[in-house]
């Protein structure tokens, strides 16, 4: 059968744990249901992570496992972690033999491993979505296993077999693909003043420290400078700053903990500060703003830093090192929001980078892989 008349039926998509890998996976969910709209498609996630409630918001099933990663330091939770892996694929067998999917697809995060390592154990057809520039541990050792890995960035034969990959694009929310103007209705959304630049900041969906900080640091600066702020905290930091910013009496420098409208907020934005996630980057190269990076240290391998340098050898995108948040980021902020036309270059830079179809490749090569 060729690929143009084949039909994804069934699917198990897996992973989770940040919005950088659940926004896709739930890209990859609505490409398939917008071809065929009975298909059936089950998520399995892990247990107390945030794909158990943003899934369901989504419009779809999801099932967890007992599965979390491995810390860094010496823990007594790491004791328990080979114990936790095997009863977890011992469950994701379970749940791919009673679902019977055509395929299984793995987004990264602790629940993708082992529904991967169990799909494959089962000879289901089943394909990678590494979305940063660096691969980690666990899938380099799948890669050997699965059918298919679909990339983000070039130069991936380093971590994956070549003929394996094929560069898709990482996959992201429709609403952020409309390229309408809607900077008229982000700025009634907001409650924003017209004639006002603004800076964005958003430090990921757990929020970021370093940047919180430097933030709140500089209010009184952002306010003497006439700009307005759009600041996505995290859950964690948002009482602080909004205490900080309702002291600051500026109705145009708002915090929010969660920013549902991500496409109001970029199209609000003259300037966008964030962490460096596949998703973020993603999302940055479609709209097409000029961005501040600032390369979360806590995450495996580097890799924000490392899929940072990719936009910045470019010159897509400034990029601020954490330890030198508190220090450099406000100063090289206002100083681009002064600076039109240097916006101008990392505007034009970034939308060469910009993949707006990656769905649609992501779902053709699941396609392929099918018998």
């Given at each position: 059968m060729c690929p143009a008349t084949k039909k994804i039926n069934r699917v198990i998509i897996s992973g989770g744990g940040t919005g950088g890998h659940i926004f896709p996976a739930v890209a990859i969910a609505n490409?398939?249901?917008?071809?065929?709209?009975?298909?059936?498609?089950l998520f399995v996630g892990a247990k107390g992570r945030m794909e158990m409630t943003r899934v369901p918001e989504a419009g779809y099933k999801i099932v967890g496992l007992n599965i979390s990663g491995l810390q860094r330091r010496i823990t007594l939770e790491n004791l328990s972690f080979p114990f936790k892996v095997f009863s977890s694929?011992?469950?994701?067998?379970?749940?791919?033999?009673?679902?019977?999917?055509?395929?299984?697809?793995?987004v990264g995060g602790y629940a993708s491993a082992p529904v991967l390592f169990a799909g494959t154990s089962l000879k289901v057809p089943s394909l990678i979505q590494e979305q940063n520039s660096y691969a980690g541990i666990t899938n380099k050792l799948l890669a050997?296993?699965?059918?298919?890995?679909?990339?983000?960035?070039?130069?991936?034969?380093?971590?994956?077999p070549a003929q394996k990959l094929v560069l898709t694009g990482n996959p992201v929310r429709q609403d952020i693909l409309s390229k309408e103007d809607k900077r008229a209705e982000a700025l009634t959304y907001f409650d924003l003043?017209?004639?006002?630049?603004?800076?964005?900041?958003?430090?990921?969906?757990?929020?970021?420290?370093?940047?919180?900080?430097?933030?709140?640091?500089?209010?009184?600066?952002?306010?003497?400078?006439?700009?307005?702020?759009?600041?996505?905290?995290g859950k964690f930091y948002h009482n602080q700053a909004q205490t900080a910013t309702d002291n600051l009496g500026d109705s145009g420098i708002k915090a929010f903990d969660f920013i549902r409208r991500m496409d109001l907020a970029y199209a609000a934005a003259d300037v966008v500060i964030s962490r460096a996630g596949a998703l973020s980057i993603?999302?940055?190269?479609?709209?097409?703003?000029?961005?501040?990076?600032?390369?979360?240290?806590?995450?495996?391998?580097?890799?924000?830093?490392?899929?940072?340098?990719?936009?910045?050898?470019?010159?897509?995108?400034?990029?601020?090192?954490?330890?030198?948040?508190?220090?450099?980021l406000y100063p090289a902020a206002l100083t681009l929001m002064a600076d039109t036309s240097q916006q101008q270059k990392l505007s034009a830079n970034i939308l060469k980078l910009a993949q707006p179809q990656a769905a649609t490749a992501i779902v053709n090569e699941l396609l392929n892989i099918l018998p």
């Open positions: 490409e398939i249901k917008q071809r065929n709209p009975a298909a059936e498609i694929i011992r469950a994701a067998k379970k749940i791919i033999k009673d679902f019977k999917p055509d395929a299984v697809v793995g050997k296993r699965v059918d298919k890995i679909c990339v983000a960035y070039e130069g991936m034969e380093s971590f994956f003043k017209p004639d006002r630049k603004n800076i964005l900041v958003i430090g990921g969906s757990l929020g970021a420290r370093t940047i919180n900080q430097a933030t709140e640091a500089s209010l009184t600066q952002i306010k003497g400078a006439g700009y307005g702020l759009i600041w996505q905290t993603s999302e940055l190269c479609l709209v097409g703003k000029p961005v501040i990076l600032v390369p979360s240290p806590n995450v495996a391998e580097d890799h924000q830093t490392k899929n940072a340098l990719a936009l910045v050898k470019k010159d897509a995108a400034v990029l601020i090192k954490d330890d030198e948040a508190g220090e450099k």
